[in-house]
């Protein structure tokens, strides 16, 4: 019953291995920025590149197996399904073309075009239903790998960053980044607080699931023997408990906060690492030239 929390996805795990814990909140933000911006209008070459970086990040970053191998594997099979689907899927119809010529014109012409079809699969027939031909070309090659890459990228790069950085380390770099709009009357302490509430709030909603479903296991409730409106009913009655459990700790959250008057306190207070990442400067100083140089990589091979 503890399967939340052996795929710990988006939680914070305490530790001192692994050298991604000693890189500056800020460079993780910057790299998971690019992870997440560079794909867009990318090639299929460059999205390849991004996952295989990514998997390379994540077998070299010196955590230990147990905490990414399963949120990773699952994360593999949800991209290659995605990717599998979309390949098959059709990727748009051919456009209609009339012709002003005769066709008596072309007897003795012969039109060949390219043709982007990689292989074809059927039509299958099973019993009295038929299924038509599966078709794969070019746009629906290209229409998997992006889809598949970009699901990988994007919920792998935030996993590590949360993995490696705590709550207050995230939310301190994100209220550096927005810094400059203080100027113009923008409240970034205050967002940036209940920002760290609502990342602190995750986990009691994961801790409120988790002890439902075990409440489920001791009683060995069955739903194949309820029925089907049985069942129904209990998933119902499951989630309205668990809407009532998270809303009673957002109000004892609220009366918290009102028992201290309101008041919410600057990032920089809650950072419990301030003078971690000064030790590791060579290790951000490599990181930030590497980031430079993949930046320029996608300005030139970015459309391939």
Same mark, same amino acid.
């Given at each position: 019953?503890?399967?939340?929390?052996?795929?710990?996805?988006?939680?914070?795990?305490?530790?001192?291995?692994?050298?991604?814990?000693?890189?500056?909140?800020?460079?993780?933000?910057?790299?998971?920025?690019?992870?997440?911006?560079?794909?867009?209008?990318?090639?299929?070459?460059?999205?390849?590149?991004?996952?295989?970086?990514? =998997?390379?990040?994540?077998? &070299?970053? @010196?955590? *230990? %197996?147990?905490?990414?191998?399963?949120? +990773?594997? !699952?994360? /593999?099979?949800?991209?290659?399904?995605?990717?599998?689907?979309?390949?098959?899927?059709?990727?748009?119809?051919?456009?209609?073309?009339?012709?002003?010529?005769?066709?008596?014109?072309?007897?003795?012409?012969?039109?060949?075009?390219?043709?982007?079809?990689?292989?074809?699969?059927?039509?299958?027939?099973?019993?009295?239903?038929?299924?038509?031909?599966?078709?794969?070309?070019?746009?629906?090659?290209?229409?998997?790998?992006?889809?598949?890459?970009?699901?990988?990228?994007?919920?792998?790069?935030?996993?590590?960053?949360?993995?490696?950085?705590?709550?207050?380390?995230?939310?301190?770099?994100?209220?550096?980044? =927005?810094?400059?709009?203080? &100027?113009? @009357?923008? *409240? %970034?302490?205050?967002?940036?607080?209940? +920002?760290? !509430?609502? /990342?602190?709030?995750?986990?009691?909603?994961?801790?409120?699931?988790?002890?439902?479903?075990?409440?489920?296991?001791?009683?060995?409730?069955?739903?194949?023997?309820?029925?089907?409106?049985?069942?129904?009913?209990?998933?119902?009655?499951?989630?309205?408990?668990?809407?009532?459990?998270?809303?009673?700790?957002?109000?004892?959250?609220?009366?918290?906060?009102?028992?201290?008057?309101?008041?919410?306190?600057?990032?920089?207070?809650?950072?419990?690492?301030?003078?971690?990442?000064?030790?590791?400067?060579?290790?951000?100083?490599?990181?930030?030239?590497?980031?430079?140089?993949?930046?320029?990589?996608?300005?030139?091979?970015?459309?391939?």
């Amino acid at each position: 019953m503890d399967w939340l929390r052996q795929v710990p996805i988006g939680q914070y795990v305490d530790g001192s291995s692994g050298w991604l814990r000693y890189l500056d909140p800020r460079l993780k933000f910057a790299w998971v920025l690019m992870f997440l911006v560079t794909p867009v209008l990318a090639g299929a070459f460059w999205r390849v590149g991004l996952v295989i970086v990514l =998997l390379l990040i994540t077998f &070299l970053s @010196g955590l *230990p %197996v147990r905490i990414w191998w399963r949120s +990773l594997s !699952l994360l /593999l099979v949800l991209g290659i399904f995605v990717g599998f689907l979309a390949l098959f899927l059709p990727a748009g119809e051919p456009a209609a073309v009339l012709s002003v010529r005769a066709q008596s014109e072309f007897s003795n012409v012969v039109l060949q075009g390219p043709s982007w079809e990689i292989f074809r699969l059927g039509p299958f027939r099973i019993g009295n239903f038929s299924l038509g031909t599966f078709v794969v070309d070019r746009r629906s090659a290209e229409l998997g790998i992006k889809t598949s890459t970009l699901i990988i990228t994007v919920v792998q790069s935030v996993n590590l960053m949360l993995l490696t950085t705590e709550s207050e380390d995230l939310v301190w770099s994100l209220s550096w980044f =927005l810094a400059p709009l203080s &100027l113009l @009357g923008v *409240p %970034v302490n205050r967002l940036s607080f209940q +920002l760290l !509430l609502a /990342l602190r709030f995750l986990p009691l909603v994961q801790e409120e699931l988790q002890n439902l479903l075990r409440s489920l296991a001791t009683r060995a409730v069955s739903l194949r023997r309820l029925g089907l409106r049985a069942s129904v009913g209990l998933i119902l009655s499951v989630a309205e408990r668990l809407l009532a459990n998270i809303l009673l700790r957002a109000e004892q959250g609220a009366e918290a906060m009102l028992a201290r008057d309101g008041s919410f306190m600057d990032p920089n207070y809650f950072r419990s690492s301030v003078g971690l990442f000064k030790t590791s400067l060579s290790l951000n100083l490599c990181t930030g030239l590497l980031l430079i140089v993949v930046l320029g990589l996608r300005q030139k091979y970015g459309g391939l």
